[in-house]
């Protein structure tokens, strides 16, 4: 059975639905978290020809090219015959990959938490769109809505940390959309073929998020060659080529019809 929107309606919906609405209850109702400012201490302060911190400045051109292909691909066939909620967030994710590119590089250009906020208003407009995308495929969604929705509680949260202080909304909101993704990947059955390739995409952003931890870590043992946080740059970046490579390759199953 259908809802309003088209979501199938299933114990597994409705699971997935009360997680969402829980995650959102603790991000409201959990005491307020500040920004820790070591956080901007980088491993790796090299200046190169002008640019300071060049390695997490330029890793971002990586970020770039990825959008521009994906922005490339969302007009596709194989896109396009998607229902519109899901080649809509896709494009919505690719477009917000390209304002990571550059916010990311004005974030590392000279660390702080004003320009961090520059950084993550675009990254809401990545996960929450790619989360978005996914129910709408799965659920088949006929609007926008939950696109718009999805979004704007995303960068709703970082304009909240900007003026309250308070980071806790946006670290469950990013933590809860990749734990929503990976529940939907498992519950909920999808029409569309390649969906191997959300593994290895999974894995970068996986990899990414250890290489973050580990910064200092990967620079002393690379001999100050190249930090954690570049890598995670890189890494993160390569969750999107394989994702591109799904979309290119994608068609409709013919067990499960949309």
């Known amino acids: 059975m259908q809802g309003a929107g088209g979501s199938v309606r299933s114990p597994r919906v409705y699971a997935l639905a009360v997680i969402a609405v829980l995650l ?82 004005y974030y590392h250009w000279s ?44 960068v709703g949260t970082v304009v909240y940390w900007k003026f309250s202080g308070n980071l806790l909304p946006y670290l469950i909101t990013q933590g809860g959309s990749i734990l929503l993704l990976l529940l939907s990947l498992i519950l909920l059955p999808t029409p569309w073929s390649e969906r191997r390739w959300l593994v290895p995409a999974l894995a970068c952003y996986a990899l990414a998020f250890a290489c973050e931890q580990l910064d200092p870590v990967a620079f002393r043992a690379t001999g100050g060659l190249v930090s954690g946080h570049t890598i995670k740059h890189v890494a993160a970046a390569f969750t999107f080529f394989f994702i591109i490579r799904m979309l290119q390759r994608q068609h409709l199953t013919m067990d499960i019809q949309q």
């Open 111 to 154: 660390p702080s938490d004003g320009r961090l906020v520059w950084d993550r208003l675009p990254m809401t407009i990545v996960f929450m769109p790619l989360l978005a995308a996914t129910f709408a495929e799965r659920l088949r969604w006929r609007s926008d809505i939950g696109l718009i929705a999805l979004t704007l509680w995303g």
């Open 24 to 105: 959102a209850i603790a991000a409201l109702v959990l005491p307020p978290y500040a920004q820790p400012q070591g956080y901007h201490q980088f491993a790796d302060r090299r200046s190169w020809l002008g640019i300071p911190n060049m390695g997490d400045v330029a890793s971002n051109a990586f970020f770039l090219l990825f959008a521009v292909i994906g922005l490339w691909t969302v007009r596709l066939p194989s896109v396009r015959a998607m229902n519109k909620a899901a080649s809509h967030a896709y494009a919505l994710m690719f477009f917000g990959l390209l304002l990571t590119a550059f916010g990311s590089s």
